[in-house]
């Protein structure tokens, strides 16, 4: 079964700085990979997504994120950090082998900007 | 588009009350997810469709939950009868086949007092 762990509850980083959420997946086979970020009272925006090739991927609002294999993970970048960037954000695996369009989410991180 | 579409935004309502919750999905888009999101699970899938009929409903808490799609422009989920418990934000999603990314809509946030 897949399965998602973003090991950081709660990060805080200063405006400007870089930045980097982790995410862990459980999966048999090569996964769908997405991050969302979700701001407060809203629902949940994509940022960008992993199917295949480049495993460096870009999204939106200068994030990026690269899909390692051999440590299963597809961790979320930014090399400067904007007051905005301030809300909390999803990993998510979907199953590329059973094709049924399912997502599991991670339980997410809480990203604080200080100015 | 305008998107997932879901209602109403707010929800209170009395223990014991049936709860129904409301999404209409982007046209086109053949799988229809509920999800609830709460502090202390996350973000949890409840159940979801493709092409209107039931694939996976293993996340549904329990009996008074209940899920619906008598097309492929809506959806509903009932809660009856409801509990304090259920008080979430209840989000639905939509996707255009497998291999895409899931929309999703404002949620609906529940609250049963």
């Known amino acids: 079964a897949q399965s998602v762990t973003q090991p950081d509850i709660h990060i805080t980083v200063s405006e400007g700085a870089s930045l980097e959420l982790r995410c862990n997946y459980s999966y048999g086979a090569t996964p769908y990979l997405f991050w969302y970020v979700q701001s407060p009272g809203q629902g949940l925006q994509l940022l960008l997504k992993y199917f295949s090739g480049d495993t460096l991927v870009q999204g939106i609002k200068g994030f990026e994120a690269e899909f390692k294999r051999s440590q299963s993970s597809f961790n979320l970048r930014k090399p400067s950090v904007h007051w905005s960037d301030a809300a909390e954000y999803f990993c998510a695996v979907g199953a590329s082998s059973s094709n049924t369009g399912k997502l599991i989410f991670g339980q997410g991180t809480t990203l604080q900007v200080k100015p | 588009d305008a998107g997932v579409i879901q209602s109403p935004r707010h929800e209170v309502t009395e223990m014991g009350q049936e709860v129904t919750l409301r999404c209409k999905p982007i046209?086109?888009?053949?799988?229809l997810f509920w999800y609830r999101q709460t502090m202390m699970r996350g973000l949890e899938l409840l159940i979801y469709?493709?092409?209107?009929?039931?694939?996976?409903d293993s996340g549904m808490p329990e009996d008074r939950f209940s899920a619906k799609m008598p097309n492929a422009s809506f959806s509903t989920l009932k809660i009856q009868p409801s509990e304090p418990r259920d008080s979430a934000v209840y989000f639905c999603a939509s996707s255009l086949g497998t291999a895409t990314e899931a929309f999703f809509g404002q949620g609906t946030r529940l609250t049963v007092v």
């Open positions: 046209s086109g888009h053949d799988y």
């Open positions: 469709f493709n092409n209107n009929v039931p694939i996976d």
